[in-house]
């Protein structure tokens, strides 16, 4: 059996996960805190059989023409914006990701900020931090908005959209989605009607985004769609952050033409004390969290260590992506 190079590019990986890909090979883990540096990179994947990436790598043409013994990228998440499938595919490198792992505890996740937002209850703990807190009670003191009863627009009804209509229903939400098309099967079971996306705008008190980040979908809650809500309606969102214009959004938020947002992905992570958006009371703002928890986390990792075995078997990997590399590796 050939030994196998696996490179890991963070340091982060639960120990079950790097035994299983040391059964696999010999296994070098990048040490520091941060993601590699580009050059580290590029001379470790130059070097590799397969290589264990999470979403802060970028595997393109560059990468992967200097990767000739490159056999596998194993994606420990769902998206795979990171990494150039066509130029993957080129090359015969399988792409793997980690895909429903994760619905149930970003749905999670996604409820709380919706919550958070609308009882404005980040805003309530600085409150009493700063020692802001001088009056015993007062009757409007930081009234917020109900989560009851309330209209829910849910922009993408995947399996993460609908385990957040599931949660929505136990809160009595009016529910309303827009997708690319139409789910007519989960329309009926989950009771969510379909709206095309500006009146999802009008009419959504709280919105939440669940697209993956794709040419149609990059920055498409802008300044135009974000002028159609109300001013009372609120954005929650733990998609991909390139969907919103975050300047657009910092705007909105700013001159109060909405009502507030919670935000767990940004255009560029991590987020800096100098994005607008850290000046603003009326956000949440948390980094990149929705799916972590220890359970959802560590079986990420495990799976996407199982992709990579499997692929270093010459099998074909449970979680492949780019299913045409089958094709042109066939034809090798």
């Not at 309606?233 to 952050?241: C, E, H, L, P």
């Not at 390139?242 to 255009?267: K, M, P, S, W």
Request: aromatic share 6%; hydrophobic share 45%.
């Amino acid at each position: 059996m050939p030994q196998f190079h696996i490179y890991v590019t963070t340091n982060e990986v639960p120990a079950q996960a790097l035994d299983l890909l040391r059964s696999s090979g010999t296994v070098k883990v990048y040490g520091g805190t941060a993601a590699p540096p580009r050059d580290v990179l590029l001379k470790e994947a130059a070097e590799a059989d397969a290589l264990f990436c999470i979403l802060t790598e970028k595997v393109d043409a560059e990468l992967l023409s200097k990767a000739p013994r490159l056999k596998v990228v194993a994606n420990m998440a769902v998206g795979f914006d990171n990494i150039d499938l066509a130029e993957a595919t080129k090359h015969g490198v399988l792409v793997t990701n980690t895909p429903e792992v994760l619905t149930e505890t970003t749905a999670d996740a996604t409820f709380a900020l919706i919550l958070a937002a609308g009882r404005r209850i980040a805003e309530g703990d600085r409150l009493i931090r700063s020692g802001g807190w001088k009056l015993r009670w007062s009757p409007m003191m930081m009234v917020g908005h109900d989560v009851y009863g309330k209209t829910l627009g849910i922009y993408g009804l995947g399996r993460i959209g609908a385990a957040v209509a599931r949660r929505a229903a136990g809160f009595g939400m009016n529910l309303v989605y827009y997708d690319s098309s139409r789910n007519k099967d989960l329309e009926e079971k989950l009771g969510v009607k379909y709206l095309p996306f500006d009146d999802l705008m009008r009419e959504s008190d709280f919105l939440t985004v669940h697209v993956p980040l794709l040419p149609t979908t990059r920055k498409s809650l802008g300044e135009k769609q974000l002028g159609l809500m109300k001013k009372t309606a609120y954005v929650i969102n733990t998609s991909r952050g390139q969907v919103i214009d975050e300047a657009a959004l910092t705007q909105a938020l700013r001159e109060r033409r909405i009502a507030g947002a919670a935000i767990d992905v940004f255009e560029n992570e991590p987020l800096g004390p100098e994005s607008g958006l850290t000046k603003l009371e009326n956000v949440v703002l948390t980094p990149h969290l929705a799916s972590a928890s220890i359970e959802t986390r560590t079986e990420m990792a495990m799976m996407a260590a199982r992709n990579l075995a499997a692929a270093l078997k010459g099998e074909v990997p449970p979680n492949l992506v780019n299913k045409d590399v089958l094709a042109v590796r066939k034809a090798r």
